[in-house]
């Protein structure tokens, strides 16, 4: 157990729909990552925060937001699903980046399914 | 564009049989690479960060070193409960704090 918590651990939604990813990191991380792994395209990166605010962008679209609130719980937001929006999608947490041992530790994973 | 190959994509070890798996990269500037276990629909579990060439750390039966230019992860004597998809990332000075992930490598040992 990472210390990562996940919600939910299932979402099955029709295309068109909108749905909500939940993440609290590991006691005492600031900074949360959010990774998106489908088979064809192994694990990617999506966006980072760092004690509430926004520290780097990957290949996350346009219809996909997040965000982190002050108590340092993660929502990832994704909207207008499309089939090719299936995946696992993955939170991980970080002490602080900057620092040296900055490893990111990986929650069990939200499975989406968009019919 | 960073970019981080693992070879072979699968491989198929018996018991006891020591093999290593690959993990080439192009980054610039490395800030760090890390291995990752992943079992089936689980998420990864961090085994090491490795951060300059010729550095080398080992947990039980793994031992992952580093070159300037790829990485490896040695297991010796494997036991079926190592089997698992092992994933390498790298961590770039000019692209914030993000992992870029290999494909990884698919590890099965059987009895």
């Known amino acids: 157990d990472s210390g990562v918590t996940q919600t939910p651990k299932h979402l099955i939604t029709a295309t068109g729909q909108r749905v909500t990813l939940r993440c609290s990191p590991r006691?005492?991380?600031?900074?949360v990552y959010w990774y998106q792994q489908s088979l064809d395209q192994g694990l990617q990166f999506l966006i980072q925060y760092y004690n509430g605010e926004e520290r780097a962008k990957g290949n996350i679209l346009e219809r996909f937001s997040a965000q982190q609130f002050p108590d340092l719980h993660s929502e990832l937001n994704l909207s207008s699903l499309e089939l090719g929006d299936s995946a696992l999608y993955f939170c991980?947490?970080?002490?602080?980046?900057?620092?040296?041992?900055?490893?990111?530790?990986f929650g069990p994973g939200t499975r989406l399914t968009v019919l | 564009e960073d970019q981080v190959t693992q070879s072979p994509e699968a491989l198929r070890l018996q018991e006891g049989e020591s093999s290593s798996l690959n993990c080439s990269y192009t980054v610039s500037g490395l800030r760090g690479l890390f291995w990752y276990r992943q079992d089936p629909g689980k998420g990864p579990e961090f085994l090491f960060t490795?951060?300059?060439a010729g550095e080398e750390k080992e947990k039980e039966r793994l031992k992952a070193t580093l070159t300037k230019k790829e990485s490896f992860l040695h297991i010796t004597a494997p036991k079926p409960e190592d089997s698992a998809t092992y994933l390498c990332a790298v961590q770039a000075g000019n692209s914030g704090y993000a992992l870029n992930f290999g494909k990884g490598t698919s590890l099965l040992v059987t009895p």
């Open positions: 006691s005492g991380d600031l900074s």
């Open positions: 991980a947490s970080s002490v602080d980046p900057r620092g040296r041992d900055n490893e990111q530790f």
């Open positions: 490795l951060y300059s």
